[in-house]
C-alpha cells in the first residue's frame, strides 16, 4: 500500500493534476473572463446608444435655448423623435424615457404606462425598477440597472433584461435602453461549447502520454517490488501481530517507527507514511528519553498515561504500554495505546471540580460582615509618610481620605508602594495626591460571592461597606476575601487576568462545563449560575480585547466593544455564539479609523471562536462592517427599527436592543441607550409589533392534555428549552422597554416590574419560578451532555423528564400561551 501511494502520488497524480489543473483553467479563468469581456462590450454598446438618444434631445434643447422653438414643442418633438428610433437584428429594440419622480414620459411598446406614476411598479420579481433607474442617475448620472421586462413587443413573454440609464438634467428626464440577456447567454453558451471541445481534445492527447508513461513506470515499479520483498517476510511476524491488535500499535525499532496498526492511525488521524516520519515525542507528550531508561533493567514492559498529539493538534488522553521484543538480532519495541474517553475524562475533573466547588459554595453565600474592617481615616493634607505610619500602627492596610467629615478616597499601602515609594516621589506630599477615588462601595449585607464579583468588575483593592441606612459601616479588602476563600471561582476569574495567550484562555474555558454543572445542582436560583456564566465570558472577552490592542496599538478615538442577544442579557448557557458590535466616535469617523476598528474586531472574533465561543452563523458580530460602525449609524439603525417595524427589523431589534457594554467608553453606549428608549417609548405600533412576536410559541401539549414535543410529527419526542424560555424574555423586554427600564437581564427586567408595581406579586412569583426552573433544566441537560463526551443542544427527551417535571412544564406552557394576550392588550390600551 506505502508503494502503491508511492507510485501514484509521484507519477500518476502529478499528470492527473496536470489535465485537471488545464481543465478547470479553462472553466474557472477563460470562460469567467471572456463571459465579463461579452458582457462589458454589450454594456459598452447599450451606454453608446443611450448616449445617442441623450444627444438628439440635446439638439431639441438647443433649439429651444436659442428661442426657436418652445419648451414644450422641444419636448415633444424629442419624444416623437427617440420613440421611432430602432435598432437591433429584428429593428424592435428601442428606447423609453421617464423622469425623475419617476414618471412614464415615453416608452413605445407600453404606450398604457404612459404619465402613470412609476413609484410602486414592480416587475415580475418584485423589484422597483424605474425607482432604481432614478437611485443610479442620481448617484452617478448614468449607470445600469437589471430586471425582468416583455420581450420586445410581447407581452406574455417575460425575461431579464438590462438597462443604460443616463439623466438629461436640464429637462429632469431619464433615457434608457437595454439588451435582453437571454440574446448574450446565447452567445456565452457558443463560446463555451467552443472551448469545451477544444479542452477535452487536448485532455485527451495529454491522457495517452501519461498511459504511457504510467506504463513504463508500472513496469519499473514491479521490478523494484519484487527485490524488497525478501525483506518484508523477515518482520511479518510482528506486522501481522501489531495490525491484529484491537488497540492502537506502534512498531519503534531504532527510534523510528516502522509500522502502524489501522487502530492508531484512525485514533491519531495521521496516515502510515506520515507516522513513519514522525519521531515518538511528533506523537506523543511524552519524550522517548524518558521512557527509554525504564527498560534498562532488562525489564520486558510498563504503562503510563500520557497524550496523543493527533492531526488537527488536538490532546487524547491515551493510556500507553509499552513491550521490548527481539527483532533481526537486535530489539524493538511494541507500544500500544488505548484511548481514555472523554466521557472518563470529564468525570475525572468533574470529581476534581465539583468538591472543590460544593465545598466553597457555602462560603460564598455568606455575608461579608465579620470580614469588615473598622474605619481608619485621615485628612487630605495629611503627608503621604505620616500616613504609612499611621496603617503601620493601626495595623491596617487602608486610609479612607477624609475632608470636612466627606469621604473623598481611599488610600492603601499599595498606592503608597506604587504610587510615591516606586517612583521616587515626595512622602511629604499629601497623600490626596496619591489616593484611589472616587471610592466604590458595596452593602455589609452582600454576599461573598457578590463581593468577589464587585472587586473584578471594578478593579480595586478595597470597597468601602454601607449599612442598611446606607451609613458607611466600614472595609473590606479583596486579600481578606482570597485568604478565606480558596475556591475555584475565584482562582478562575484570576486564572484569566494572568493569562497571556488565547491558548491560555481556551484551557480555562473548557473548566467551565465542570463549574456550571456544580452550581446548577447545588443552587436552585439559576441567576447566579448564568451570571457567573456571564461573567467568565466577560472577562475573557476583555481580555482578548485587551491582546489586541497590544497587537494593533492603542484606538484611534474613544469606542465601546458591546455584547447583544443572551451575552448582553448576561444569560449565557453552555450552548452559545457570538453575538457583539462596535460603536466608535463620530468626531473621529473615516476609512481608517473602521478599518482599525474592523481588524481588532476580527481578531477578537477569531479568538473567541478558537476558545469555544462560535462564530454567529447570522453575522451579528463586530467583524462585520454592517456592525462596526460610528455612534450616529447605530441611532440610525435603531431609528429605522422602531419607525419601520417589519419582520426583519423585529429580529435585528430584538437582538440589539439587549446590548451591554462589555470594554470601552460608557458614554457612547448610554448615549444609544437613552435614544432607543426614547424611540421605543414614543412609538407604541413598534411596542405593539414586538408584543406580537411573542404568539409565536407553539405548546408541547395536545389536545387531550399530553406533551408530545415541539415536533408533533417526529418519532423522537423532544421539547425545546430555548423556545419555551423565549416568550418570557420577549415579554420582559418589551415591558421593559414599555415602562423605561434600562436593565436587560430577564430576570431583573421582572424584578424590576414588580417593584415598580406593573405586575403583580402572584404574577411576579410564578413567571420567575417559571423562568428559573425551565434555566436550571437547560443548564444541567447540557452540562450533562457535555461530560457525557456529548454536543451540548438545548432541546431534551421527555424520557429524561420525571412524572413531577412534566407537570409542572405543563403549567409553565398554560402561564406562557397567555403571556401574547397579556402583553398585547397591554400595549394597545395605551393611551
Same mark, same amino acid.
Given at each position: ?203 485527451? %492527447?495529454? !491522457? ?59 485514533? $491519531? ?38 497524550s496523543l498529539i493527533c492531526s488537527d493538534n ?69 503627608? %503621604? ?66 463581593a468577589l464579583l464587585s472587586f473584578t468588575s ?37 486564572? %484569566? ?118 462564530? $454567529?452563523?447570522?453575522?451579528?458580530? !463586530? ?205 394597545k390600551n395605551t393611551d
Amino acid at each position: 500500500m506505502k508503494n502503491n501511494r508511492s507510485f501514484y502520488l509521484g507519477v500518476v497524480l502529478p499528470s492527473s493534476l496536470a489535465i485537471i489543473l488545464f481543465i478547470a483553467s479553462i472553466q474557472v479563468f477563460f470562460i469567467p473572463f471572456f463571459e465579463k469581456a461579452i458582457m462589458d462590450d454589450k454594456k459598452e454598446m447599450i451606454a453608446e446608444l443611450t448616449n445617442t438618444a441623450w444627444s438628439l434631445i440635446s439638439e431639441y434643447e438647443s433649439e429651444y435655448a436659442d428661442s426657436t422653438i418652445s419648451l414644450q414643442e422641444a419636448q415633444q418633438l424629442a419624444k416623437e423623435r427617440v420613440a421611432q428610433i430602432r435598432y437591433g437584428s429584428e429593428q424592435k429594440d428601442y428606447f423609453w424615457i421617464i423622469d425623475e419622480k419617476p414618471t412614464m414620459i415615453m416608452h413605445p411598446y407600453r404606450p398604457e404606462l404612459i404619465g402613470t406614476d412609476l413609484n410602486n411598479y414592480y416587475d415580475a420579481n418584485g423589484k422597483k425598477l424605474f425607482v432604481e433607474a432614478t437611485k443610479v442617475v442620481k448617484e452617478q448620472n448614468e449607470g445600469f440597472i437589471d430586471y425582468m421586462w416583455q420581450w420586445k413587443d410581447d407581452s406574455t413573454k417575460i425575461v431579464p433584461k438590462l438597462s443604460s440609464v443616463k439623466s438629461f438634467e436640464p429637462w429632469g428626464w431619464i433615457v434608457g435602453t437595454g439588451i435582453y440577456l437571454d440574446d448574450v447567454e446565447e452567445e456565452i453558451k457558443a463560446l463555451k461549447n467552443s472551448l469545451l471541445i477544444i479542452s477535452l481534445i487536448i485532455a485527451f %492527447i495529454i !491522457a495517452l502520454i501519461l498511459f504511457y508513461v504510467v506504463r513504463q513506470s508500472l513496469g519499473i515499479e514491479l521490478k523494484r517490488r519484487n527485490l524488497t520483498a525478501e525483506l518484508h517476510k523477515s518482520r511479518q511476524k510482528y506486522v501481522t501481530l501489531v495490525e491484529a491488535s484491537n488497540e492502537g500499535t506502534l512498531m519503534f525499532l531504532n527510534e523510528s517507527i516502522i509500522f502502524s496498526n489501522a487502530k492508531f492511525r484512525t485514533l $491519531c488521524g495521521f496516515s502510515q507514511e506520515e507516522i513513519s516520519h514522525k519521531k515518538l515525542e511528533e506523537l506523543f507528550t511524552t519524550k522517548w528519553e524518558s521512557i527509554h531508561p525504564n527498560f534498562k533493567d532488562n525489564t520486558k514492559s510498563f504503562s503510563f498515561e500520557s497524550s496523543l498529539i493527533c492531526s488537527d493538534n488536538i490532546l487524547k488522553e491515551v493510556i500507553i504500554s509499552i513491550s521490548k521484543v527481539e527483532y533481526a538480532d537486535t530489539y524493538g519495541y511494541i507500544i500500544t495505546t488505548k484511548e481514555v474517553s472523554r466521557k472518563e475524562v470529564a468525570e475525572r475533573e468533574s470529581d476534581k471540580l465539583s468538591g472543590e466547588v460544593k465545598t466553597s459554595l457555602l462560603l460564598m453565600k455568606q455575608p461579608i460582615k465579620h470580614l469588615v474592617q473598622s474605619i481608619a481615616a485621615c485628612t487630605a493634607d495629611t503627608s %503621604i509618610q505620616m500616613a504609612a505610619n499611621k496603617m503601620s500602627r493601626l495595623k491596617k492596610d487602608f486610609l479612607l481620605v477624609k475632608q470636612d467629615k466627606i469621604i473623598l478616597g481611599i488610600v492603601t499601602n499599595k498606592d503608597v508602594t506604587k504610587k510615591a515609594v516606586a517612583k521616587s516621589s515626595n512622602l511629604d506630599s499629601p497623600v490626596a495626591s496619591i489616593m484611589t477615588a472616587p471610592i466604590c462601595t458595596i452593602s455589609d449585607s452582600a454576599s461573598l460571592h457578590e463581593a468577589l464579583l464587585s472587586f473584578t468588575s471594578q478593579k480595586v483593592s478595597h470597597l468601602v461597606t454601607t449599612d442598611h441606612d446606607n451609613t458607611i459601616s466600614g472595609v473590606i479588602s479583596y486579600e481578606s476575601i482570597i485568604s478565606i476563600q480558596h475556591n475555584t471561582l475565584a482562582y478562575l476569574l484570576l486564572e %484569566i487576568e494572568n493569562t497571556n495567550t488565547v491558548e491560555e484562555l481556551a484551557i480555562i474555558h473548557n473548566k467551565i462545563p465542570t463549574l456550571i454543572h456544580a452550581l446548577a445542582e447545588s443552587n436552585e436560583n439559576t441567576y447566579d449560575t448564568v451570571a457567573f456564566a456571564s461573567s467568565i465570558s466577560d472577562r475573557i472577552t476583555r481580555k482578548i480585547i485587551e491582546f489586541g490592542i497590544e497587537t494593533y496599538g492603542p484606538a484611534p478615538c474613544k469606542y465601546v466593544f458591546m455584547v447583544v442577544g443572551s451575552e448582553g442579557r448576561r444569560e449565557q448557557t453552555l450552548l452559545t455564539d457570538q453575538d457583539n458590535g462596535l460603536i466608535y466616535d463620530d468626531a473621529h469617523s473615516n476609512e481608517k479609523v473602521q478599518e482599525y476598528f474592523l481588524e481588532l474586531a476580527n481578531y477578537i472574533s477569531d479568538s473567541l471562536d478558537q476558545i469555544g465561543y462560535n462564530y $454567529c452563523k447570522g453575522g451579528m458580530m !463586530a467583524c462585520n462592517p454592517k456592525w462596526c460602525q460610528p455612534l450616529s449609524k447605530w441611532k440610525a439603525y435603531f431609528s429605522s427599527w422602531v419607525d419601520e417595524p417589519d419582520i426583519e427589523r423585529l429580529i435585528e431589534a430584538s437582538t440589539f436592543i439587549d446590548f451591554r457594554t462589555i470594554y470601552g467608553d460608557n458614554q457612547l453606549s448610554d448615549d444609544l441607550r437613552q435614544h432607543v428608549m426614547n424611540l421605543a417609548q414614543s412609538n407604541n405600533e413598534f411596542l405593539l409589533k414586538l408584543a406580537e412576536m411573542t404568539s409565536n410559541f407553539k405548546s408541547p401539549i395536545n389536545a387531550f392534555g399530553n406533551l408530545v414535543g415541539n415536533d408533533h410529527t417526529s418519532k423522537e419526542k423532544t421539547i425545546d428549552l430555548k423556545t419555551i424560555l423565549t416568550p418570557i424574555v420577549k415579554y420582559s423586554r418589551v415591558s421593559a422597554l414599555k415602562h423605561g427600564i434600562e436593565t436587560t437581564n430577564t430576570t431583573e427586567r421582572i424584578k424590576a416590574l414588580y417593584e415598580a408595581g406593573k405586575i403583580s406579586e402572584d404574577f411576579y412569583k410564578d413567571i420567575s419560578l417559571a423562568y428559573n426552573y425551565v434555566m436550571k433544566i437547560r443548564l444541567k441537560n447540557q452540562s450533562r451532555l457535555i461530560q457525557a463526551g456529548e454536543h451540548p443542544v438545548n432541546t431534551i427527551e421527555l424520557a429524561e423528564l420525571s412524572p413531577v417535571e412534566k407537570n409542572f412544564l405543563k403549567s409553565i406552557f398554560q402561564l406562557i400561551n397567555n403571556l401574547s394576550t397579556s402583553i398585547v392588550s397591554e400595549i394597545k390600551n395605551t393611551d
